[in-house]
Nanobody, 124 residues
């Protein structure tokens, strides 16, 4: 199984910033496309941002475009999600997972497992 560990969440005021980390252990991350997903209480899990393995191309859900930036540091075996201008509606548990392209969209890979996630709370 390809399992990743998320960290970096916390409580932040609206307009603030956080940087989430997604670390791999026991395998090298550079062969995998990685996605960040989030799940708010009472809502379905949704994809937030994706980064490919081949050329590092990125994609974002509309609600976070211009505010979030996904990146990867293969030397550190880590993928990051820089979140700026945070809003209360960004409050959720954030997860990272290996993803695969099905021709039209990114999906969590069947061989991947979900970690514990990291809680992000945006509140004044």
């Amino acid at each position: 199984q390809v399992q990743l560990v998320e960290s970096g969440g916390g409580l932040v005021r609206p307009g603030g910033s956080l940087r989430l980390s997604c670390a791999a252990s026991g395998f090298t991350l550079d062969s995998y496309a990685i996605g960040w997903f989030r799940q708010a209480p009472g809502k379905e899990r949704e994809g937030v941002s994706y980064i490919s393995a081949s050329d590092g191309s990125t994609d974002y859900t509309e609600s976070v475009k211009g505010r979030f930036t996904i990146s990867r540091d293969n030397a550190k075996n880590t993928v990051y999600l820089q979140m700026n201008s945070l809003k209360p509606e960004d409050t959720a548990v954030y997860y990272c997972v290996a993803i695969v392209w099905d021709g039209s969209r990114w999906n969590p890979a069947n061989f991947a497992s979900w970690g514990q996630g990291t809680q992000v709370t945006v509140s004044s």
